[in-house]
């Protein structure tokens, strides 16, 4: 069973920028397409991006779209999230996850255990 850890939240002042990390354990993320999702206090999860296996493709949340960058280094088992511009309403308790491809995770359809997550904070 695959074990993802999440990392690199904070506390940001909005415009600011944040990359997250997620480590996965157990097995190797090859073939699997990787993708990041948020939920934010009284909120349901929700999709924020993903990328195919592996790495060519990816999408994107149209809130976040022209500002967050999903990329994967294979090699590390490691997905990141790079963050930029951020606002107060991208704050959110941050997760990875792995599915079969984009389509399915954006959809909500994820094949992995939740992890912790991490904490973003954006402040006005």
């Known amino acids: 069973q695959v074990q993802l850890v999440e990392s690199g939240g904070g506390l940001v002042q909005a415009g600011g920028s944040l990359r997250l990390s997620c480590v996965a354990s157990?097995?190797?993320?090859?073939?699997?397409?990787m993708a990041w999702l948020r939920q934010a206090p009284g909120k349901e999860r929700e999709f924020v991006a993903a990328i195919s296996w592996p790495g060519g493709s990816t999408d994107y949340a149209d809130s976040v779209k022209g500002r967050f960058t999903i990329s994967r280094d294979n090699a590390k088992n490691t997905v990141y999230l790079q963050m930029n511009t951020l606002k107060p309403e991208d704050t959110a308790v941050y997760y990875c996850?792995?599915?079969?491809?984009?389509?399915?995770?954006?959809?909500?359809?994820?094949?992995?255990?939740w992890g912790q997550g991490t904490q973003v904070t954006v402040s006005s």
């Open positions: 996850n792995m599915g079969r491809s984009l389509d399915l995770l954006q959809r909500g359809f994820v094949l992995g255990s």
């Open positions: 157990g097995r190797t993320i090859d073939s699997y397409a």
